[in-house]
């Protein structure tokens, strides 16, 4: 079982990690990089740093999404031995789960900030995206796997509490990048993300199934 679930974490947090670092490159790094402009008013980096940056960029996301598939292959693991099928399909919704608990819950308060937006205590903020990103789990796991009214309510208190009492924004906005360059960010850090999960779940899936079906 530890086998099966270290080979699924591992190769799926290495597809999702390529995905999402490679669609990072392609669709938020130039708008990063301007954003930077806008703040410091220097010139881009020479190539060669950006380079470097790019290659770590990619490695941190692998490691990242390895994080995630290692949390999501135990989980598949717990519900499999609870006579869940496990396969593709399941991986599919796996991580569209993944997604909505770990980006989309926290970005309802705590959206994506460019360089130069509105400084925010950092330690609030990262204290804030574990509540929600726990509380979006326990929301999401009770209202799949709960079976009364009861459990309902607890889980849509789960999904919206913590969002009405904070974070709070700053009392006064002062970013130097333009609000509609700050808005795409926001967007297509979200697509990027939903598309890095769901390449997570599906190749955990897939991998999870054949390990199964597999020999011994």
Known sequence: MLRHILTTA????????????????VFLQNILLLAETFETGSERAP????????ALTVMVMVVL???????LA??????GQAG?????????????????????????????QLPGATETDLAMRQIWWVIFVL???GGVWILVYGKTPGQGAVAALLLVGPHLVGPLLPDVLT???PMELAALFTARSLGVGLLAWIVLGVVAGAVWRREQTGPA
Do not use: E, K, Q
């Open 10 to 25: 591992l190769l799926a947090g290495a597809a999702a990690g390529v995905t999402a670092g490679l669609l990072h490159l």
């Open 47 to 54: 190539f060669a740093l950006l380079t470097m940056r790019n």
């Open 65 to 71: 999404y390895c994080g995630y598939g290692l949390i």
């Open 74 to 79: 135990a989980l598949m693991a717990y519900r």
């Open 84 to 112: 869940d099928r496990v396969d593709v399909r399941a991986g599919l919704l796996w991580g569209i789960a993944g997604f909505a608990v770990v980006t989309l819950a926290p970005a309802f308060s705590l959206p994506a």
């Open 135 to 137: 509380s979006a789990a």
């Open 175 to 177: 970013g130097s990048a």
